[in-house]
């Protein structure tokens, strides 16, 4: 009867269940990905060359513009491009959080991107990262039944979302 209360008492992050979830999640956004990325790097780099043509001053002539955003996309190699790309769908389909995306980028047992590769994925990612924190915090109250505390320890673990805590504090500010 003890060892019982003991193990309600566990945070979420210590079950053998909830890394059981999280990695069927991961292995099912990974394969879900696979098919997606020629089309969203695709598009991604067409909408990326079409924002370096627009901000090339107007005095230069077309195929300036032209020759400026192919050197532009030559100078990120394929695999800073497939990193970034990777690090978007991270960030968009499961909100995680920067620390979060950057491990799961440099994993053994995740994408196996240099570090170089990743932290430049890192860089160059445009995410809202509070609003991350808050997506992920929602997903915690709404399947899981967590109190707010437990949201909040479990955004800022080192065992789970790796959020920084003013980033957990906001989601924690924002929850319904």
Known sequence: MASHAENEKKPIYKKWWFWLIIVIVVIAVIGGSQGTTTNTQTSTQTAEANNQTTAVTTNETTQDKNNTTETEDTNVSKEY?????????????????????????????????????????????????????????????????????????????????????EEAQYAIDNLD
């Open 81 to 165: 491009q497939n990193a970034l790309e990777k690090a978007k769908q991270y960030s968009e389909t499961m909100h995680m959080s920067k620390q979060g995306i950057y491990d799961q980028l440099t994993s053994d047992y995740g994408e196996q991107f240099p570090a170089d590769a990743a932290q430049y994925a890192i860089d160059n990612l445009d995410v809202d990262y509070k609003a991350n924190a808050l997506e992920k915090a929602k997903q915690y109250q709404d399947t899981m039944n967590m109190s707010k505390s437990a949201i909040y320890d479990q955004l800022i673990s080192e065992y789970g979302e790796k959020f920084t805590a």
